[in-house]
């Protein structure tokens, strides 16, 4: 007992002894003044960017810095909507089937050569290579000749022609709605064919040559990545930024002290210090935050029983309590109530599952599983997920379920979840690639993606009818509709417990103005400025 | 042997370790009382970060909403039990190896050694990672792990006693007398070791529980939600500024439980060796 007594008091001792927070940066006053030309964006991150090379580049990060040094012939704003970049106007045929853009001609690579159509084929072409080994290349094999040209059948794809420098016209083999989106992807930007040429497909991510706001300076692997402004850059007065420095090997807590001593422009708010930041004053106004669309899930591998069972899997839905999870990550997202994110165009409410888990007893009796079972769940071992999988763990205790966790690293999860029958459960999340139902329920739930991203094996012909019917929809309202009756058909399924649709969250320094985020891509930084 | 002065000295070293180990042992056995909440279960009813410590909360709450004085309390239970088992494991292997070695000497001995030497040389925090992450979770993995490759100093240590001792007189007229390999091992070498082998046990267990608290905190120790001391630390570490009784608990429960270990170990050097000298 002596022992016990002793921590009591050690711990009462400490409890005392926790630090004040300390404030945050001081920076100029909100005086709404023009945007002041000049400033380095100063940035941290714990690794360097996987690649600067658009045709690779798939992840949150690589996108962040190459859409600060290419542009793509569309993008989308701040509410979703696609908008003209590169392009100035585009025309559609009226059988869907062929696309027309018009160029900016005052547009010049960084290094001063002027860009034309030619560039945007080229770009596309180097993308779908075989050799570039591009996840983006899948987005364009609708464009007609795409196929023979990947097996080598022919010198170009026919599908894409430039009849004159300040033109680009696509010809598709079907019917895309989301061709538009596919081109707002960074797979599609256009990069300069001059460099790639000099210095190599593989050097071409240490040397990356666009047309965006900024252009490299330098890249020292493991410490510091640095854009300059670039002084060819299309948009008059823009970037307002004369750079930006990224420092490397800063861990998110050390980027935080970093930010409070005001040495970074840009930070994420460690989950410790995440509800003393909210209810104070000064650090509120700097917080920014929006949602995104994003589903955080548990997947129920359908292949493996029990969860072959449509009266299980409705129990796992009614067991969790998904409003602990939403305060587990102190708020920053809301409970999740269908398959699709509210932000998401065509996103209804559908019929979902409270915290019932009286009726997810019930739903375990009616299948002969009354006394409970045991299973494994797969997740990343980082620690804020561990706290969710051990919330659900409680959930599940609570029905008679045994819920062992299985934590692993992040790559070694995305690869398990793939092999049938390994998996029984695990957690994980979709971030949408563009703003359409199909991104979540053609991607993640027909049974033609089951060997890609299908990974809970769910099959079901119906909503496969329904998916493949909506798929060259383009009038928006009876696609959705069409969507909307097959989320409703999974959700009474039940192969995902939809957890919490989680938002955006950083802090900036006072001196930061005209950061937005946006809900589909990283924030782009070419209206940023900093006051003096 | 390490000199500590007075003879009642080291008794009061002694009587300090067995004091806290007692402790320790009282909190693992007695938790279901002394606790008030079940360790694994989350008893706020909204989670707005972690709770200071207060009269139903003495330790306050974790980063989960749960009772950090239950969990530490049965958090003793994983110590001990790792601990433990780990040292059992040790001494089983590395007693008889030693016994064996010492007793037969020659070829037996040299190939046993050089399976020790070879053991001894593999990086030992290395090998428990991959091992921990091989083998399927389990509380028994890990103290099994933590056994299977900390029996050497046992082996050694035994067989260096046993070198001695088979050439005193009285296990001369054992064997003289017609006694069997089995018996001269187990009734006149082993008493002769006992000494020794209860010395490295004591601090056997306090390097076991420091080496599940390290596992642990790298996330590789007992599978969650068990309570273990090293994950408690490993988890409340990013919260230290805000909550640092998160840390501080499981830390100085780790720490009073190595010492009173060691405490217990270098008593007994202190005692047995003047006994035996």
Redesign the interface.
């Known amino acids: 007992?002596?022992?016990?007594s002793?921590?009591?008091a050690?711990?009462?001792?400490?409890?005392g002894?926790?630090?004040p927070l300390d404030p945050p940066p001081a920076g100029p006053a909100e005086d709404g003044g023009p945007p002041r030309q000049g400033g380095i964006f100063r940035l941290a991150a714990a690794e360097d960017p996987r690649t600067l090379d658009p045709a690779r580049g798939y992840d949150t990060v690589s996108w962040s810095f190459e859409q600060m040094l290419f542009d793509t012939l569309v993008r989308y704003d701040d509410a979703m909507h696609v908008v003209p970049d590169l392009a100035v106007s585009w025309t559609t045929s009226p059988d869907g089937r062929h696309v027309s853009f018009a160029l900016r001609q005052d547009v010049r690579f960084s290094t001063g050569r002027p860009f034309g159509g030619a560039d945007v084929k080229y770009s596309i072409e180097r993308l779908l290579r075989p050799a570039i080994h591009s996840q983006g290349a899948e987005f364009f094999h609708g464009i007609e000749g795409a196929m023979d040209y990947i097996a080598g059948r022919a010198p170009e794809v026919r599908g894409i022609t430039v009849p004159a420098p300040d033109r680009i016209e696509f010809a598709l083999a079907d019917v895309d709605p989301l061709f538009l989106h596919k081109l707002t992807m960074l797979f599609a930007a256009a990069v300069d064919r001059e460099t790639v040429e000099r210095v190599g497909d593989e050097g071409f991510t240490q040397h990356p040559v666009g047309t965006g706001a900024f252009a490299l300076a330098e890249w020292t692997y493991g410490q510091r990545l640095r854009l300059v402004r670039n002084p060819n850059y299309f948009r008059p007065g823009l970037p307002h930024l004369d750079g930006v420095e990224l420092t490397i090997g800063v861990s998110p807590?050390l980027a935080w002290l970093k930010y409070q001593r005001g040495e970074l422009d840009l930070a994420g708010i460690?989950?410790?210090?995440?509800?003393?930041v909210r209810t104070d004053a000064r650090y509120r106004p700097l917080i920014l935050s929006r949602t995104r669309l994003d589903t955080q899930y548990l997947g129920l591998n359908c292949d493996v029983p029990p969860f072959d069972r449509v009266g299980v899997r409705q129990a796992m839905n009614l067991a969790i309590d998904k409003q602990?999870l939403v305060?587990?990550i102190?708020g920053q997202g809301v409970v999740a109530t269908g398959i699709l994110p509210p932000d998401m165009p065509g996103a209804a409410p559908v019929p979902g599952y409270p915290h019932d888990s009286a009726a997810a007893r019930r739903h375990l009796e009616e299948a002969g599983l009354g006394a409970g079972f045991e299973t494994t769940m797969w997740a990343a071992?980082e620690?804020t997920t561990?706290?969710l999988?051990?919330?659900m763990?409680?959930d599940l205790?609570a029905i008679g379920v045994t819920l062992?966790?299985?934590?692993v690293d992040f790559p070694a999860l995305i690869e398990a979840v793939r092999h049938p029958g390994m998996v029984p459960i695990f957690l994980l999340g979709w971030e949408a690639d563009f703003p359409d139902p199909s991104n979540f329920l053609t991607v993640l739930l027909s049974s033609r993606t089951r060997d890609t991203n299908n990974n809970t094996f769910y099959t079901n012909p119906a909503v496969d009818r329904l998916l493949d019917e909506a798929a060259p929809v383009l009038e928006p309202a009876r696609r959705f509709a069409l969507f909307h009756e097959a989320e409703v058909l999974v959700m009474h399924d039940a192969p995902w417990v939809p957890l919490f649709y989680p938002s955006g969250t950083a802090m900036r320094h006072p001196r930061v103005r005209d950061y937005r985020l946006n809900p589909l891509r990283p924030a782009r930084i070419d209206e940023t400025w900093v006051a003096g | 042997m390490i000199g500590l002065g007075s003879m009642r000295r080291s008794r009061r070293l002694l009587t300090a370790g067995l004091?806290?180990v007692a402790?320790?042992a009282?909190?693992a056995i007695a938790a279901p009382w002394?606790t008030g909440y079940d360790p694994?279960?989350?008893v706020v009813t909204?989670?707005?970060?972690p709770l200071?410590?207060d009269a139903s909360h003495?330790?306050?709450t974790d980063?989960?909403g749960r009772d950090?004085?239950s969990r530490?309390?049965y958090g003793a239970r994983t110590s001990l039990f790792v601990g433990g088992v780990a040292m059992a494991v040790s001494l089983a292997i590395g007693m008889t190896t030693g016994l064996v070695a010492g007793y037969f000497g020659g070829a037996v001995d040299g190939s046993l050694m050089w399976i020790v030497d070879l053991v001894l040389t593999m990086p030992s925090l290395l090998l428990l990672i991959v091992l921990a992450t091989v083998l399927p979770?389990s509380i028994l993995t890990i103290p099994l792990v933590i056994g299977a490759i900390g029996w050497t100093t046992f082996a050694r240590t035994v067989r260096g006693e046993v070198l001695t001792l088979r050439e005193r007189d009285y296990v001369l007229a054992a064997r003289a007398l017609g006694a069997t390999h089995g018996r001269l091992m187990l009734r006149h070498l082993l008493p002769g070791v006992l000494p020794g082998v209860l010395v490295l046990s004591a601090l056997g267990m306090s390097g076991a529980i420091v080496v599940d608290a390290g596992l642990s905190y790298l996330?590789l120790g007992v599978?969650?939600?068990t309570p273990s001391w090293g994950r408690m630390v490993s988890?409340a570490q990013?919260?230290i500024?805000?909550?640092?009784?998160l840390?501080?608990?499981p830390g100085?429960?780790i720490a009073?439980a190595v010492i009173g270990f060691n405490l217990i170990g270098y008593g007994l050097i202190d005692v047995l060796g003047r006994r035996q000298g």
């Open positions: 007992m002596r022992v016990a002793l921590l009591v050690a711990s009462i001792l400490a409890a002894c926790a630090v807590q460690p989950s410790a210090e995440f509800q003393r602990r305060e587990l102190d071992r620690e561990m706290r999988a051990q919330s763990q409680q205790r062992r966790l299985k934590p | 004091v806290l402790g320790l009282v909190l002394l694994d279960t989350i909204t989670y707005r970060g200071r410590p003495p330790l306050g980063t989960l950090v004085w530490l309390a979770p996330g599978p969650l939600p988890d990013t919260y500024a805000v909550a640092p009784w840390v501080v608990a100085a429960a009073l």
